[in-house]
């Protein structure tokens, strides 16, 4: 079974609904993230949590909401979708290990199209 | 703000040696990452670098010098299956992560 998982995998809506994309992990990690991907600009973070009490805003927040239910579950909302929030938008899961070294864990993504 | 560099673009041909460069500048540095993405798939880790010098994983290896706010990442080998996407991820003030905009490596017969 997948660590990380998203569902779902392909959305299509329409501008000005709301939409919630899940993740779920099993690894037993405190660190979540959201990213999205466009081509040519690579992966951009949306926002992060480092435990459940804790939401920060990455570089792209505006347009979206997160909610973090527990350890393992970590959603992203787009209140009022619009065509430019059609991406690929990844969840991640991480370790910080006290060497500094951080390995990120992605979902399989979740194909986003607002028409 | 925080920035890294890396080229659009590598090619080569099976069998060959490939090194895909990055360059970045962030305060607050503390590790430099590589990932690699297959078309329509998820990125997955490849290699992790806080200190200088090289590191070695199989085929791959990463390199960095803090000095110099660069790494690269080193494919001996090549095989088809390297045709991906190539992401260097920068660590910085302890707890954020930034990545660039990705290598897209296409390996030829």
């Known amino acids: 079974d997948a660590d990380v998982t998203q569902t779902p995998r392909n959305r299509i809506t329409k501008t000005g609904k709301r939409i919630m994309l899940e993740c779920s992990q099993t690894?037993?990690?405190?660190?979540m993230y959201w990213y999205r991907q466009d081509p040519g600009l690579g992966l951009r973070l949306i926002y992060y949590?480092?435990?459940?009490?804790?939401?920060n805003k990455g570089e792209i927040s505006d347009g979206y909401s997160v909610s973090r239910q527990a350890q393992a579950k970590f959603s992203l909302s787009l209140e009022s979708a619009i065509p430019n929030q059609t991406a690929l938008y990844f969840c991640?899961?991480?370790?910080?290990?006290?060497?500094?070294?951080?390995?990120?864990?992605f979902g399989p993504g979740t194909r986003l199209l607002v028409l | 703000g925080q920035s890294l560099e890396q080229p659009s673009e590598v090619t080569a041909v099976e069998g060959a040696i490939v090194q895909i460069n990055c360059t970045y500048q962030?305060?607050?540095?503390?590790?430099l990452s590589w990932y690699q993405q297959h078309d329509g798939g998820a990125p997955t880790f490849l290699s992790y670098?806080?200190?200088?010098g090289l590191e070695e994983t199989g085929r791959f290896s990463s390199f960095l010098s803090r000095s110099d706010s660069y790494g690269y990442l080193l494919l001996q080998e090549l095989q088809m299956k390297d045709s991906a996407s190539y992401f260097c991820?920068?660590?910085?003030?302890?707890?954020?992560?930034?990545f660039g905009t990705g290598t897209r490596l296409q390996v030829f017969p």
């Open positions: 670098n806080a200190l200088d």
């Open positions: 991640a899961t991480s370790d910080l290990m006290t060497s500094g070294k951080e390995t990120q864990y």
């Open positions: 962030t305060s607050g540095f503390y590790g």
């Open positions: 991820a920068v660590g910085y003030n302890t707890d954020k992560l930034i």
């Open positions: 949590s480092f435990d459940v009490k804790d939401i």
């Open positions: 690894k037993g990690h405190d660190r």
